[in-house]
């Protein structure tokens, strides 16, 4: 599993109810990066998790935390921190 950084483009709406001008000044999505290992991929998203357990504890199941899919279609670059010998679960 790497360990990246993904910037990636997301939809986001405003805070309530707004005069339809300001609406449209902020027309856009939303830039967003995220920092996590690469626990899966697909074709269609690319899956991370910010924290791993377990390691380093032997027979312990190896567990992750904050998982996020990302479209791979949203995905502006991706940086990898740090090569693993592990690979991730690829799906179809």
Do not use: F
Request: hydrophobic share 35%; proline share 5%; charged share 25%.
């Amino acid at each position: 599993m790497d360990l990246v950084v993904v910037e990636w483009m997301d939809a986001h709406s405003g805070k309530g109810w707004q005069d339809l001008h300001e609406i449209q000044e902020h027309i856009g999505p939303l830039y967003c990066r995220s920092v996590g290992w690469v626990v899966a991929k697909t074709p269609k998203y690319l899956m991370i998790v910010p924290h791993l357990s377990g390691e380093r504890n032997g027979n312990v199941t190896v567990c992750g935390s904050g998982d996020l899919a990302i479209p791979i279609s949203t995905i502006v670059k991706k940086t990898v921190l740090r090569k693993s010998k592990r690979k991730p679960m690829e799906s179809s």
